[in-house]
């Protein structure tokens, strides 16, 4: 089974609205990570949030929160007020506490914002 | 103050040649990746080292090698290049979790192209 899945390959997003990009995650763990990273097309990784198991709290970064909800395995990215620069391949990922050197990665989602 | 750095950016060789790839990060880590991003923007863990002790060889070819001499730098070395072997390359590093932050970063990434 796959650890990190994303179903959307290709997302359109009106600029300054809000978008979710969707992401579940399989682990028999109770203790694990959960990652969004941002590739733009000049190719460079970009760490954006993360969400410890354990954390109560959604995660917030600017723009950027972390929408967690554990009994599904869902840790969607929301993206509010896009921006055109927001236009990139988006990458959950996921690392589990006891197999602490492996990070799972989803096959990402390429999202497009629209003046 | 980079924190994961890679060189060359970009590799332009010939079929059968042999390669090498430089990483070092800054940031103290224990933990050091090898990924590779392929055209379709997958991206498949190669190797990751902890404490320059191989942990994870994700079936990869015996012409990939890589060589950690100490726990900040982390090479790759490619025997008879293939075509198949054209993507991204990219080096990542990361702490034991509960020591510091969860976080991977990546470097820049090798486009690897062969001929």
């Known amino acids: 089974a796959q650890k990190i899945t994303q179903t959307q390959p290709g997302m359109f997003v009106q600029e300054k609205e809000a978008v979710t990009l969707d992401c579940t995650y399989d682990?028999?763990?109770?203790?694990?990570?959960l990652f969004w990273y941002k590739q733009p097309s000049s190719g460079e990784m970009i760490f954006l949030i993360y969400?410890?198991?354990?954390?109560?709290q959604n995660a917030t970064e600017g723009r950027y929160s972390l929408n967690f909800q554990k009994a599904r395995k869902s840790a969607n990215l929301v993206i509010s007020a896009s921006q055109l620069g927001d236009s990139a391949m988006y990458f959950c990922a996921m690392r589990e506490f006891y197999n602490f050197n492996k990070f799972y990665f989803g096959s990402g989602t390429k999202l497009n914002v629209k003046p | 103050d980079t924190a994961v750095s890679q060189t060359p950016k970009y590799l332009v060789t010939q079929m059968g040649n042999d390669k090498s790839i430089k990483c070092e990060q800054n940031l103290g880590h224990d933990t050091m990746y090898w990924y590779k991003q392929d055209s379709k923007k997958f991206l498949k863990i190669m190797f990751s080292?902890?404490?320059?002790?191989?942990?994870i060889n994700e079936t990869v070819p015996n012409r990939f090698s890589p060589k950690s001499p100490d726990k900040a730098h982390l090479n790759l070395h490619i025997n008879s290049l293939e075509l198949g072997d054209s993507a991204v390359y990219f080096c990542?590093?990361?702490?034991?979790?509960?020591?510091?932050?969860?976080?991977?970063?990546f470097g820049p990434g090798t486009r690897l192209t062969v001929l």
């Open positions: 682990t028999s763990d109770q203790s694990y990570g």
């Open positions: 969400q410890g198991s354990y954390d109560e």
């Open positions: 990542a590093s990361s702490q034991v979790p509960g020591t510091g932050t969860d976080t991977q970063y």
């Open positions: 080292y902890n404490n320059k002790e191989l942990i």
